[in-house]
């Protein structure tokens, strides 16, 4: 009896490098929340349980230097990716489309969404104070399942409708940009800061 895996869905997982990374993201970070009054407007309308940049900064890496090489050092970990998923393609044509500041409070989270237009997306976390909430990733067949048992609690990572990951400050996730994904919402005061990205496909 044989039971071969296919169609996988991968995660890119790795570590910014050591240094004073992630205090000059997160001073960084503060900056921008701090002046960005359009941001603010947006995340009011918006509902947005916290602050984002998403909607109203779209030049980061010209406004802190750490933005800038936090840029070139995404643009390596997206070319590694592409090549664990065997894309043919050259290295040239990835393309680093938007980069966002996110904050998040008690209770702050994002609900489930994918990202259009984009073929990898992701996010550097910054700090992830105990209780901060989890990424949740969704099984992408999830709709199709119909009449499809629910699995076992002992059903291994790659069988599971939902996986939950808590990152650690200092990680960098990836994913292909389809993947549906949601923030759980936060059980603590502190902060929960990230940066998060989507990268295209120059033609």
């Keep these: 009896m044989t039971i071969r895996t296919l169609f996988p869905t991968r995660l890119y997982q790795e570590r ?25 407007a947006w995340c009011e309308e918006k509902g947005y349980p916290g602050y984002t940049s998403y909607a109203s900064l779209d030049d980061l890496p010209s406004r802190a230097s750490i933005f800038e090489a936090l840029a070139a050092k995404l643009e390596e970990h997206a070319w590694t990716f592409a090549q664990g998923l065997h ?18 409070g008690e209770a702050g989270h994002h609900s489930g969404h994918i990202h259009p237009g984009s073929i990898i997306s992701g996010t550097v976390y910054i700090t992830m104070p105990d209780g901060a909430g989890d990424i949740r990733f969704e099984d992408p067949r999830l709709g199709l399942m119909m009449a499809a048992p629910a699995e076992t609690d002992a059903a291994p990572e ?42 295209g496909l120059k033609r």
């Design 87 to 104: 894309w043919d393609m050259d290295r040239d044509q990835l393309s680093l489309d938007a980069l966002w500041v996110n904050i998040l």
């Design 158 to 199: 790659e069988a599971r409708r939902f996986v939950y990951v808590a990152p650690k400050a200092g990680d960098v996730l990836m994913w292909e940009s389809w993947l549906r994904h949601e923030v759980m919402p936060s059980r603590t005061e502190e902060a929960r800061i990230s940066v998060s990205f989507n990268f």
């Design 16 to 40: 910014l490098p050591e240094g004073d990374w992630l205090e000059e993201l997160e001073d960084a970070c503060w900056m921008l929340e701090d002046g960005d009054q359009a941001g603010h």
